[in-house]
């Protein structure tokens, strides 16, 4: 399978790229060269029509890693987020449908819900059902996103548009100084559990229009109501 990553060299990209190289041909589009992956990696931006269509020719899959999350100090940090979370969400979108992927999922955030440790130590079991309310730059322009591909998903009813709604994916040496700590991890995603929901919503079988899905390595349940992950990926968390 094809598969384009966007926002491939950040954060979260670092953690996905090894374990699916393992199994996808995988290309890349981003601000910066993804290490090891030049011949690979296309040079553009979330909101360039052009590169992004050029980057996703071919492919069947597109994840869209993208985000800004600038300093508060940052004079450009609202337009950045409005641009990569919002405008950038929806050029992503119209190049898949463009290309004639038959799947986009977009790496959301829990922070579309304002207070979360609030929220879920006040409301256990916090579900998708629940309206996402967060006001504060990030949280906003990234459910602002979830809506741009909740309407790109009514334009094209054929097509499939997965959120991975996610609470704060760990790299590998992130965990593994939490273990050493032995300190609470039910907040926080690991990065094999990461992987494999990835994985799984990137092979799941016969869907169509958009779901939102929250990715969390709350293994007890305490904070989230993780059975829709169950449900519709088959994705639990192991706590790895």
């Not at 553009?44 to 993208?66: F, I, N």
């Not at 879920?120 to 967060?134: F, G, V």
Request: a neutral charge; charged letters at 25%; hydrophobic letters at 40%.
């Amino acid at each position: 399978m094809k598969l384009l990553l966007i926002g491939a060299a950040g954060h979260v990209g670092g953690i996905l790229r090894p374990a699916l190289e393992e199994r996808y041909d995988c290309r890349y589009l981003d601000l910066r060269p993804v290490e090891g992956a030049a011949d690979r990696t296309h040079l553009g931006s979330v909101t360039d029509p052009a590169a992004l269509q050029a980057a996703a020719a071919g492919c069947e899959v597109v994840v869209q890693l993208a985000m800004y999350h600038g300093r508060r100090e940052d004079p450009h940090r609202v337009d950045g987020a409005y641009d990569v979370h919002v405008k950038g969400m929806h050029r992503v979108l119209e190049a898949a449908v463009t290309v004639g992927a038959r799947r986009v999922i977009y790496a959301s955030s829990l922070s579309v819900y304002g207070n979360l440790r609030q929220r879920a130590a006040d409301q256990p079991r916090l579900s998708e059902a629940e309206p996402p309310d967060s006001t504060d730059l990030y949280g906003l322009t990234k459910r602002l996103g979830d809506e741009v591909c909740r309407a790109w998903a009514v334009r094209h009813p054929d097509l499939s548009v997965l959120s991975l709604q996610m609470v704060l994916p760990r790299s590998p040496a992130q965990w593994a100084e939490l273990l050493a700590r032995q300190a609470d991890r039910s907040f926080v995603t690991g990065p094999e559990d990461l992987c494999d929901a990835y994985r799984r919503a990137i092979e799941l079988p016969d869907h169509r229009g958009y779901d939102a899905v929250f990715i969390c390595g709350d293994c007890a349940g305490r904070h989230l109501n993780l059975a829709k992950a169950a449900s519709l990926l088959g994705w639990v968390p192991q706590g790895r």
